[in-house]
Structures are given as C-alpha cells and as structure tokens.
C-alpha cells in the first residue's frame, strides 16, 4: 500500500510538472510561433532583379559607390553586426539589456530569430539569387563571405522582425528600435553582402513575419514575461 501510494503521489507530482512546463513556452524550445510555409513568400516578394538588367547593375554601381567611400568605422559596425544577436539593440535600449541578466528575454528572442531564418531560407531556396560579390568581382566584402543565396536578405529579416518584437515592449523606442534594424540592413549593402532589393525585400517579409507571430497566443504569452523581465532589470540601472 506504502509502495502503490507513493507511485501515485509521484505520477501527480510529475503530471503537474508537465502541466507547469506546457504553459511556460519561454523553457521549451519546441514552442513554434510561425512554420516556414505559412508565409506565401513567392506571392508577397516580387521575383529579384535578373542578372544583367538595368536594375542589377544599378544596384551593382549603388554598392560600388558604398564600397568606394565605407569607413573604417562603417567596416567595424558591418563587421560587429555580421554575427547578428538580438542584443545590439542595447545601443538603443542601454547596457542592462544583455543575455547574462535577462535568460527568458534571451530564450524567447533567439527563437524568435530561429523561426524568421527558417522562413527567410524559403525566399532564398525559392529565388536562388547570387550574391553581388559572385556577379561582379569588383565587389570586394568587408565581412566573412556568405555561402547561403542573397535574395531576400536574412540578417534585414531577422533584426526587423526582432525591432518590431521589441516594439511591442519598449513602444516609446520604436522608432529608435526600426531605424537600428535599417541601419543593420544598410550595412549589408556597405559590406558588400546584399543588394539593396535584397534588404528591401527582407524587410516587407519581416513584417509579415511579425504580423503572423503577432497573432499567436504562444507569442503574445511569451511577450508578457519578457516584458516583465525587462522592465523588472531595466529599474534596477
């Protein structure tokens, strides 16, 4: 009887650890907030600009331009970002917001990155567009060399995506949030990554992105804790 009542205090305990855990979607990584066909990537971007056309080599001669007049200080921005974290956006926010003092915030937005690359990856698998440096060789990047297609641009996707997240959290700095994720963008062009249609069309995906995930209960459940998280560390700096 000893034996029969503690198994049964141990199958309740363990069921209520269960049931704790599948309402906590920041501590299993599992947890999706967007599959990567549930954006029409083929039907929201318009197909890249061909090899060759007067827009490609309109873009070319934009990123030339940019070549020919980055800085060393543009170089070291472009070279900082190229290992994109959700957490350069501390030049907005401030210092406390780093991975160390915030686990759940840091959880959440590395799977908020996770599931936008997925869906990036669709547009690149999809358009197959050559990077700028492969087209032309007079483009010399300034940054690790991309082995992934150009079109669109992941890492204009992704700090989009993770702005407007962020947005939703600290809405007096949305603006400052968005114009970091331009910046971040721009720097791909500068360093000799993307196209400027290749950014141009990572940021209308992450909006659609954002609006898809948005609409998920996980995301809005998840978005409260890390907002709680935030502001709870942001009062004590």
């Known amino acids: 009887m000893r034996i029969l009542r503690a198994l049964t205090v141990f199958l309740i305990l363990m069921a209520a650890i269960s049931k704790a855990q599948s309402t906590d979607s920041t501590t299993q990584p599992g947890v999706s ?32 331009g940019l070549q020919n007049s980055r800085t060393d200080a543009d170089i070291k921005r472009a070279r900082a970002e190229a290992h994109l974290t959700p957490f350069v956006f501390s030049e907005v926010l401030g210092s406390w917001f780093n991975p160390d003092d915030l686990p759940v915030t840091a959880a959440f937005l590395a799977n908020v990155m996770k599931e936008t690359g997925s869906v990036a990856t669709v547009g690149k698998d999809l358009f197959q567009r ?34 407007l997240t962020l947005a939703e959290i600290f809405p007096d700095q ?58 709870a560390h942001e009062k004590k700096n």
């Open 33 to 64: 907030f967007i599959q990567p066909d549930d954006i029409d990537v083929k039907t929201l971007l318009k197909p890249p600009p061909a090899e060759g056309s007067d827009q490609s080599r309109q873009e070319l001669d934009v990123l030339l």
């Open 174 to 231: 949305k603006d400052a949030l968005i114009a970091r994720a331009k910046l971040i963008g721009y720097d791909r062009e500068l360093a000799g990554e993307h196209f400027p249609s290749d950014v141009a069309a990572g940021q209308t995906l992450a909006k659609a992105i954002f609006e898809k995930m948005d609409a998920n209960p996980d995301f809005k459940a998840d978005i409260e804790k890390v907002q709680e998280e935030c502001l």
């Open 130 to 163: 050559r990077r700028p440096y492969l087209v032309d060789t007079r483009i010399q990047p300034c940054v690790e060399l991309e082995k992934t297609f150009s079109y669109p641009s992941g890492h204009s996707t992704r700090s989009m995506v993770l702005a």
